[in-house]
């Protein structure tokens, strides 16, 4: 599988989140491309190459003079846009030295990448990631960084909820789940999983958060965006008092985000927060959330890590090349058709721009 | 060197001890197959494709059902002969959803797997290992699972003892092995090699086990099974007691077992024993016995450990290929000459099958 | 990158310190070759194939007997011509069994191996490293042992002192060195980077060296001999005391000395000293110059490694091959052009061998 195939390169993807980029230099590998991000005295942030012209060494092992990195090698300097501004012991500049520079831009407390043809990074085409902006929905997240799998394995996972019947029994994962159906539907971008779970009584973890007795009506809506965006909108509300019709007044609603960004064929970056709308000044719910899915192995994303990981380790060392698919798989295969729509579409361009030439 | 070429797939290998396999699920890789071995409600063994059906995760990460294995990720369920008899959130179950399963036999206190044709899986081809059985002969053994080298390096070390004058001086070792001369027989399936050295002074290893004063007999009878088995037969005698003439009745006798199981081309399982025939309540002994072989790196197989994974390290950093021989290889040549013999055959037995179909 | 194209095989490489051959076996690899050396009972140093010729086991694992090696597996025993004088269990020993000897020599505290044809070794073509005896400059170095990268990216790192500025700043480095211009001169087997800085404030580690106030005359004069040893007479004296016209009676004189051996094509061995001719008997001085350079990680060689080891991994994971080049590495770039040439030349003579056979 190479890198051109596994993932569309014309796509903003998360890189790092906001806070923590600042007056220092960080690396990054998206995409297959290795970046030093930094942030600019004027609040900016950008992104070059992170491997000096002259001799490769990483950028990032150098350091910041004012709004230019310096190279920690032999002191090349470069700006924001890339140019190389100084050359050690000589005057004129070679034209051509410079290093390239990926479009960001910052939104929903995350830094996007654009690691493909500048030329086309719209910032319209970021995805909608509003759940985790902190003003309507609040919550703490975090990143695997480097997590050992493809990232499609990350959008099978959040995109197939029955697995929290085996993977995540005793918190969030019931029998209930796998017994109900659920239906997918999809635009040219998105596809969308929704289970509604009508008058059952509510796993350990959601009686916890409803803080009422009684059977609950629970959902599961959880959205895709290429490439690689997911937003589940998950809750449960007190059986009958209307919230398939729309009226959730009687529940307690969160959501599941994730921002998964290839670093290379078999590893990610999965950057996750789960955020609610009730109790939002809790600050003691928040951490305990926060502690549910990340927690020194024991939170349930902790367990989706150990599954995934040794997923991807299996698919390295079989040769046995397709997965066998179930009912439970439409929505992911949903999502992977997108994701292959646009990889067709990216190679069909490529090949337009070839013969325009 | 491909996973065909280096060993014989139809044939039993020693996966586990008996004791290991109970109601737990234990993976192993068995000549580049990944296996799942537990114990049924009935007692019986069983042993499935350590990747599941849908989506490849290792089924030893989920969890015994019964007398089946459901998967941790989202729940399939096999039985004991791979076939799959529950999917999450369908009713009807594809009729092609399996996993191999393979043939298993419990013998001589070891659990013998078939990574073969289970076609061919007759258990009357299961080695002769009764020395292990724990009743006329008596020891306690272990494996060294993983061990960093090609399992018919091991086999050239048990096949040639005058190894013990160099890896194993001051214990079993000394230079009479190497100056007395000993011969070679075979069969179809067995390469033996016979020494004997009479009169000699025994190593201080025999002369503890010998108790008593004086010269001594020494023999090393090596019987190689293909194709991975080996049983030496070792003990001293005094002098002009007639064991050369076959009455051991004056000396002690002990034995070396190995089953020496292929993982992949260059790592192997070795399952160890050394028992004997006499003092055999005595547990101490027993226990002493274990510890001259394996004891935290002090053991002489511990010794041989060292060389084995030297030895493979440099084979795959050298690229002179050939190995070059001398007298004292005799016995491990034939060894490698029947196992090259079964390779022909069953490469003969594919090209044969293909052309009738 | 292969072997044969990354380093000449027909030179004298550093191999050892004198001091760490005794009479105990001592692996190394050199060029590609793994070697053993020890010393003899006669006090001379010998080299040989670190792999038995009978079944590849490395000769560093067995012992010495005399001034033979016996292998740790079978007892073989080879002299240390390489010939083998004694085989298990049989008189008549294979003439053609031996392993390769290397010519050595040992000068100027150093081991120096000829890793290529041994017809050619001539003790005359040692490189020049006579600072390093201990008798007119004095200095204890050290070794870089399996430093990751290519010894060449050391050689660069030498021949262009600029990077003093970026990487040493604050000891030796500050911004003169970029400012002022410098001369490259070769011969068939050097290249010499010559720099002078006149009437400069001296930077902190040569203020202290030279104990006295006042501005200084500053030289850098770097000669490389092919294909990989490097010293560089550096010093600063008043100014105005005719240092430039030859005169450094009013200054300190040092010189840093480099032996770099290619170990596998990214990894080398890094033989380093700095000595001076200065307080020869300030054994204080001498623990503290050692340690301005190597010192736990703190070291100006300490910041050296972490560069060129992160310029190896970089070099590993881009694929623009060609590096772009600076005025500043006009000396390393001869030095590179007299390696390829030695290269050239060896695959000629390869050639012109063939033709003659």
Known sequence: MSATEAFPLNSWYAAAWSHEIGRELSARTVCGKNVVLYRRTDGEVAALEDACWHRLLPLS??????????????????????????????KTINPSACVRAYPLAERHRLVWLWPGDPALADPAKIPDFHWNDGTEWVGEGGTFYQLKCDYRLVIDNLMDLTHETYVHAGSIG???????????????????????????????????????????DRWQIVTFQTPSVIVGDVGVALTGTG???????????????????????????????????????????????????????????????RVLEA???????????????????????????????????????????????
């Open 61 to 90: 092992l150098g350091h910041l003079k004012g709004d230019d990195v310096m190279c920690g090698y032999h002191g090349l300097v470069f700006n924001s846009a890339g140019r190389c501004t100084y050359m050690p012991a000589q």
């Open 174 to 216: 019931d029998e209930t789940i796998t017994a109900v159906p659920f239906e997918v539907t999809h635009t040219r971008d998105t596809a969308t999983m929704t289970r509604w779970m009508i008058d059952i009584d509510p796993p350990p973890y959601w009686a916890r958060q409803l803080g009422r007795p009684g059977r609950v």
């Open 243 to 305: 919230a398939p019709q729309g009226d959730r007044s009687q529940g307690v609603n969160g959501a599941f985000l994730a921002a998964i960004t290839p670093a290379t064929d078999t590893t990610c970056h999965y950057f996750w927060n789960f955020v609610r709308n009730y109790r939002k000044d809790d600050a003691e719910l928040t951490r305990e959330l926060q502690l549910a899915h990340v927690n020194a192995g024991a939170g349930v994303y902790d367990q989706d890590q």
């Open 311 to 357: 997923q991807q380790a299996a698919i390295d060392n079989n040769p046995r090349s397709p997965f066998y698919d179930l009912n439970i798989d439409a929505g992911a295969l949903w999502a992977r058709r997108l994701i292959d729509q646009m990889l067709a579409a990216e190679r069909a361009g490529a090949v337009a721009n070839v013969a325009a030439e």
